[in-house]
């Protein structure tokens, strides 16, 4: 059920169906737009009778949304959502290109800065690397987890890039949300509800990838779980779904950020690393997805890709990233993107590791 | 890494090579077999050097294992995992076939009794229901909770079947650990590895549903998640998995039964309520499930599948749960399996909430 | 468009609708059941106005099918369809199950020979064989042609088996009419619609094997052209579909055994050696395949499966195929199905080449 | 196998290395590279003792080829495969995007003059139209046949485009290569090798689109199939995939596109409108196809798609069309690709039908 205010409607008009609605038993989601408030109707206990609300000062309409999810829909919210960092120039969901590049696990503090310094350069404003790491075997490396997170916030520090990393269960998430500025939730985790609700009540923007057999709607209603306790700020992630396809690891399906920007008004990146599986493939697919319209790519780099502890195989060496930065630089034009120049986000004065949490504000939502 | 004991290796000699191994740094498993014991070595720091341990007494060989997964290998135990339940004579993984049956959500205490009483009087000898139901929309029934555990154990005080009952987390496994004698984790949690390590730590059995797009062996891996913990109580579980097939919800691949028991030493059940997601499909393809060679089954049922909560649309009739049986008790003795006469298992006296607890122990296994 | 007629309607009355039907320039199907007959309307122009042939005598009513298939659905025939063979007790979607035996391909009369007088002996009343082979690879064995074709009529002659072979154009398909006595339409040709008409325009019985990502839609209307062109005598048949799972060759869907018996009067059988593509696998999937219902089974079988010229990993060892046999036989009875006694067919006398084509008349239906 | 001649080997030592393979009852198939010439060996019966042929004069080595395809790979001929037709500049392969448009079926002359059209002012080299229609229905519209092939002959005689249409049979394939510059063999006949094999034996180059489920192997192995007849003019055609994901018709995959360059010297285009099946996603996937370094684009226009009998629920508008030229523009040179500028053909000058057939003559390969 979605509640549409007129374009006039004041704000204690929608203060007043906000708690009419919680005093109704549900819960209400104001979602200011450009012209109009609507206020989102969520609860477990059943149909809203829309009369009631219908009658109030300043509402327009209201809207049964037959849809299963609500939140994220673009009925909810016309306008695409802008997510802002503070202290940073660098955006997700507006007309700047997102780039978020680094290690796929952070491995030591010297490979992380060695990559780090390499992807800065070329002009990442996001600095990804795991340091809980989600893998197949128990007896693979797992990541190295709180020291991870500190050598990432330090690269915060450093190099005034913004940090995405994975939390794999409440725990690491504590974590995750005190020294990161973007927490990620796996496609492997895609569906584990406990952890999207738990994500949704962190201050912090949730990046949500795509679960391997997941539908479009499945996506879209994993991000509807994290939305549906509170916070906006969610991006979607596409990383290749499994098909029957053996030449790359999975296949990207590109496809799915139309579909998405038409449904939504969340940004939706794309992951070519792990959507492909293969280094060489890692550029042409990263162009493909800048030329469909994704708001920003997420690339696995690094400066040994052979000593790596997981996922060598598909990590560009630092002097293909450079050259995939060039080539992205002169098709994002041509979707109306720009790419932010280089060193536009100064690095911050060093801090020590608390300051580093305490800096990580809330983000912004447009 | 397996460690091989001679046929006639004393305790004494078992326990000093799993001594050595934990000096080490590694882990050891002592895994018994009908005829020998084999100490399966776990961790994650690398390669053991073999030398120090093929010269201990008693050791026979030391294998290189270099499939990813290892305790849930035939390699390391050649019989077949049989679990047992205190005081019940319900088996999974011998010759008996283990039946799984009720709702998919418990709703209410009339629903679930009114159906554990038809599914016991059938020939059930376990009960399944959701107390945490992962659901795909925020906005639907997620459960009853611990009030669903309790009532499931009060169903099994009544009735005497073991309860099997899944956990989505940290918290509700710790929940379903006190009140469940099998701790299901689902297909969407399937590569949760938080989850699975924590079930590892459990002392109660635990069932791993296959992914939507796992593939053998990562359902393997899930397993041997469970088993590097420690806990060597695990089930597997086929559910159908996606495919573009549209004339059932997912695809119940069967020949994953003969392909597991291949390489496992586990039992594999088969979910044909979600494998086909159909009523009018379940009883067929049960019967094919217990024809190929599965080791149980789990079925959902309902009184009034029109009203349920959850998935009615697959749900049985009580009266096709009967047919059902009547058709699975004929194909069963032609795949060498028995199916307990009913009744076996008589009711327990009726305890109060509390003792419940206490009286679901640890199963043993052999 | 659907005319169904009434119970007591005359073979004039019938006639008569037929004839207003063709003058109307569409074409006329009169499908006679054990109720009443049916008479289906096929054309490519459009839409028939019912209003004229609602009120001619002996009609009941006049039915719009809405799903694009017509002639294979249970709504225009309700019983089964049962195909018979002259000379030949076999039957096809009868209460008999209809098992089908021998190599992948014919490789020599030796070994063809060697093969079918074991699978004879074992109870098949049918004799599998390819002469004409769609390989992957123009480099691979094609088939012997025509030759191999000689040899299938000669095992009839002398064994009393019927033959089912693979055409794979119009010019083999000239060849397998005349020699076999089912025409296989192979997975993937499933989809080559000038071939499917071809086949609709013989007098012989038509196999239409189940492309490899074809829906059951896709399936039903692949059938729909074979009798689009007035062929009735079409079995359907389930070989595995293509997914992400490796432990199999394709991915055997048995759900769409009882999904085709819903919606259709069709046969279907299992193919469980292309189903799974591992001998180890063929035995269980072909007591799950005859669990689940199937008409029946489509087995390779091969004397020497180490020196098969193609598909010998998949291959059955005659010794396996009796014991396959001996289980079968037990679970037919569960699901309402005979198995013929071995040697209800006694071997024709043996007839040169040219009459082999001779005695193939074309088979009857029910 | 392969044999290698030396880059100064004559015209005299290639005629003899071929005549030699020919002698021992293989097929040699020579392919003049920019550095040297390789001849290919191809044949039914077994292996070549290579023995014989590295002695010869001339031959520098003699290649085992262990992938099963051959004449397709980059080892048998290093430099891209550039397709040129006689009389224009339009090319496949070669620096130029190829851009293939027009409506999925020819429906009448007015409707392909009024689509050809639009699509010739935007810059289409290539016109599409099928006059021979593989549907799922027997009921559904299947083409003008002959007559649509003689519209087809009267576009490119009045504006200058190339035509490509499709083949089904070997019937029609007879009519195709009169009437057509390309013989298009759809998703759905990828596997008919009957068929492949008869496109191998024209003078027309061939382009094969990849079946719904084929892998990269079995698509370059269709291809292998048309080149071991002798045809070398082969376009490979990437349009889409199944898989669970239904939010596009297909799952577009053009990871394939890298992945076949890597393997192969033949093009490879990409067809977006069959690809996503929805006509508000084939432009931003037409710009992914372009920025992935796909060799060209098969896309679906028409003037009226409301109206079209087939697939009009993915055609654009010829202002769509427009729209997407402009921005494939853009994003071609970044690839290194050029866009031939609108009107580098000429219109041929009038000419009767008959001339039509005479004036396609073989393409040119280099």
Redesign the interface.
């Known amino acids: 059920m979605l509640v549409v205010m007129q374009a006039h409607a004041s704000e204690d008009q929608i203060r007043a169906v906000c708690q009419k609605i919680e005093s109704l038993g549900y819960r209400a989601h104001p979602i200011p737009g450009a012209e109009r408030t609507a206020i989102g109707i ?3 206990q059943g149909e809203v009778e829309p009369g009631t609300l219908e009658e109030m000062a300043g509402v327009q309409e209201v809207i049964r949304v037959t849809k ?3 939140l994220v829909s673009r009925d909810i919210k016309e306008d695409n959502t802008v997510i802002r960092f503070p202290g940073s120039t660098a955006t997700i969901g507006g007309s700047a290109l997102a780039v978020m590049a680094g290690p796929c696990a952070i491995e030591s503090r010297e490979q992380a800065f060695a990559v780090a310094e390499r992807v800065a350069r070329a002009g990442a404003q996001f600095f990804r690397g795991g340091a809980y790491k ?9 990541g190295l987890g709180e020291d991870g997170l500190r050598i990432l916030a330090e690269i915060r520090d450093q190099f005034g890039m913004r940090i995405v990393t994975e939390a ?5 998430l504590e974590l995750v949300e005190d020294y990161a500025d973007i927490i990620q939730i796996g496609a ?2 895609m ?5 999207l ?1 738990r994500a949704g009540r962190s201050r912090k923007p949730v990046m949500v990838k795509r ?3 997941a ?4 996506l879209l ?1 994993a991000a ?2 994290v939305m ?1 306790e509170g916070n906006y700020s969610v991006i979607l992630c596409e990383r290749g ?8 690891r999975n ?9 998405v920007q ?1 449904l939504s008004h969340l940004p939706v990146l794309v992951d070519p690393s792990h ?2 599986g293969k280094r ?2 890692v550029t ?2 990263s ?7 994704a708001d920003g790519l997420l690339v696995e780099v690094h400066h040994q890709p052979d000593k790596a502890l997981s996922d060598g195989v598909q990590s560009l060496y630092p002097d293909q990233f450079d050259e995939l930065m060039a ?1 992205v630089r ?2 994002a034009p ?2 109306g993107r720009t790419i932010p120049p280089i060193g536009s986000d100064p690095p911050l004065e060093p801090a020590i590791t608390p300051r580093s949490k305490v800096r990580t504000s809330a983000p912004s939502l447009s």
């Open positions: 969520t609860g477990n299963p999810y609500k989600p893998r197949t075997s128990p007896y693979s490396f797992q794999i269960d409440h725990e690491s492997r985790n569906q584990n509800f406990s952890l609700r679960g391997m057999a539908t479009l709607e499945e209603m509807e779980y549906s779904v499994r098909t029957f396809a053996d030449h790359t296949t990207l399906d590109l496809s799915i950020v139309p579909a038409r959507g492909t060489n493939k042409p697919l162009r493909a997805a800048v030329a469909v319209g080539q002169q098709i041509v979707v």
